[in-house]
């Protein structure tokens, strides 16, 4: 069992166009399926955090992306959403998982002879091969001995350009959420502010 509350509400940034369909029904977010992923395969949110999703949907208009993912006008889409078997990575019970997860991979780069992935992409690591790596062998593992899938990974990053002189927080700090079965997603809204009205992010 998690020790979390069981619902939380996500926020993923992505075009207008997307964003308007799902809003009427006629669409629904895509799986992300890139080896650089930070919590492997799933569709991504940023957890309470609006604005956040938001300047990721802004800075993605703003250069090309190795997926092909493109963004004319940035927008967000909020999500009702049940972690259910959470993979949950602020709890230690979990991250002992993933240090198994590591060892079993370089057990498998060993035997197959093959490089292990690496993280790269500055002091943020936003190419994390390795991460996502060993998540999917993880969730591969469980697989294969049977056991249950976690529907959701969750995870705090510590992201961005340091608040001020050695602190210990950053700009971008965050909480993300993959969700791995897209039952969990209960439904979608558009986010509004404190009036109620649809917000207007600038």
């Given at each position: 069992?998690?020790?979390?509350?069981?619902?939380?509400?996500?926020?993923?940034?992505?075009?207008?166009?997307?964003?308007?369909?799902?809003?009427?029904?006629?669409?629904?977010?895509?799986?992300?399926?890139?080896?650089?992923?930070?919590?492997?395969?799933?569709?991504?949110?940023?957890e309470?955090?609006?604005?956040?999703?938001?300047?990721?949907?802004?800075?993605?208009?703003?250069?090309?992306?190795?997926?092909?993912q493109?963004i004319?006008?940035?927008?967000?889409?909020?999500?009702?959403?049940?972690?259910?078997?959470?993979?949950?990575?602020?709890?230690?019970?979990?991250?002992?998982m993933?240090?198994?997860?590591?060892?079993?991979?370089?057990?498998?780069?060993?035997?197959?002879?093959?490089?292990?992935?690496?993280?790269?992409?500055?002091?943020?690591?936003?190419?994390?091969?390795?991460d996502?790596?060993?998540?999917?062998?993880?969730?591969?593992?469980?697989?294969?001995?049977?056991?249950?899938?976690?529907?959701?990974?969750?995870?705090?990053?510590?992201?961005g350009?340091?608040?001020?002189?050695?602190?210990?927080?950053?700009?971008?700090?965050?909480?993300?959420?993959?969700?791995?079965?897209?039952?969990?997603?209960?439904?979608?809204?558009?986010?509004?502010?404190?009036?109620?009205?649809?917000?207007?992010?600038?």
């Open positions: 069992m998690n020790d979390i509350s069981p619902i939380i509400l996500g926020y993923h940034g992505c075009d207008a166009r997307v964003a308007e369909d799902i809003f009427a029904g006629a669409g629904s977010l895509k799986v992300s399926h890139n080896d650089y992923d930070w919590l492997a395969d799933g569709i991504y949110f940023w309470h955090n609006a604005r956040r999703a938001y300047d990721f949907a802004c800075s993605m208009s703003k250069r090309p992306h190795p997926s092909g493109r004319k006008t940035p927008a967000v889409v909020g999500a009702i959403v049940h972690l259910g078997q959470c993979l949950n990575l602020l709890d230690s019970q979990f991250i002992k993933v240090q198994r997860a590591h060892h079993d991979l370089v057990h498998v780069c060993k035997a197959a002879d093959t490089e292990l992935p690496r993280n790269s992409g500055g002091t943020d690591l936003v190419d994390r091969k390795l996502c790596a060993v998540l999917r062998m993880l969730h591969r593992t469980r697989a294969d001995a049977g056991e249950s899938a976690f529907d959701t990974v969750r995870a705090a990053f510590f992201e350009s340091r608040l001020y002189e050695n602190a210990g927080f950053a700009s971008k700090n965050h909480i993300q959420v993959c969700v791995r079965d897209h039952r969990c997603i209960l439904g979608y809204f558009r986010p509004i502010d404190d009036r109620g009205r649809p917000i207007v992010f600038k």
